[in-house]
């Protein structure tokens, strides 16, 4: 199973919007509701922020939204704040029933 | 509140075995399964298997399958990751996490295991 395919890095300057996009196939992303996106800050263990393709758990900010269209799902964050600075990752289950990350992004809020 | 508490870090040879626990606090054992990812330095996140906590049935990635085993022991809310024939390329982060319909929540704090000679 190769990894679903996220941009490396993205930028964005504090109370803007950025969106990470995650794309994968009709075996993944397209084929099942079940997607989630993770925020890592250095050292740190993952954190769910979405689950659901566009469902934020209790205490997340509503500032993080997701979405999905086809293969391709996509993170927003708008009015960025300098705490957002951190990898996010995207995760999907599969039709092999077994779950895959993607590549990982790297957001930095110059 | 819901948490999850890995062993503490661990040093092997190329060739050993390494085993990481997950003890499981704050919620019914059996209701979740519990999941392993790795993460090499600087790298993404790798999802490696899981566990039905509550008949013991796995699913393992290919890229691991016949190197790593996960069992459980419900008496003490424990899961266990065992990954065999070491390589310095399994030197990584391995977190185990909790999951509900797909969500990966919480994570454990990591355990670091450093794969040298």
């Known amino acids: 199973q190769s990894a679903l395919t996220q941009p490396a890095s993205v930028s964005g300057s504090p109370g803007q919007s950025i969106t990470i996009s995650c794309t994968g196939t009709?075996?993944?992303?397209?084929?099942?509701?079940?997607v989630s996106w993770y925020q890592q800050h250095p050292g740190k263990a993952p954190k769910l922020i979405i689950y659901d393709v566009s469902d934020r758990p209790s205490g997340v900010s509503n500032r993080f939204s997701g979405s999905k269209s086809g293969n391709t799902a996509s993170l927003t964050i708008s009015g960025l704040q300098a705490e957002d600075e951190a990898d996010y990752y995207c995760n999907s289950y599969t039709s092999s029933t077994t779950l895959v990350f993607g590549g990982g992004t790297k957001l930095t809020v110059v | 509140q819901v948490q999850l508490v890995q062993s503490g870090a661990e040093v092997k040879k190329p060739g050993a075995s390494v085993k990481v626990s997950c003890k499981a606090s704050?919620?019914?054992?059996?209701?979740?399964?519990i999941h392993w990812v790795r993460q090499a330095p600087g790298q993404r996140l790798e999802w490696m298997g899981w566990i039905n906590t509550g008949n013991g049935d796995t699913k393992y990635s290919q890229r691991f399958q016949g190197r790593v085993t996960i069992t459980r022991d419900t008496s003490a809310s424990t899961a266990y990751m065992e990954l065999s024939s070491l390589r310095s390329e399994d030197t990584a982060i391995y977190y185990c996490?909790?999951?509900?319909?797909?969500?990966?929540?919480?994570w454990g704090q990591g355990t670091l295991v450093t794969v040298s000679s």
């Open positions: 704050g919620y019914s054992f059996t209701n979740y399964a």
């Open positions: 009709s075996s993944d992303v397209g084929g099942y509701t079940y």
């Open positions: 996490t909790r999951e509900h319909r797909i969500r990966l929540d919480p």
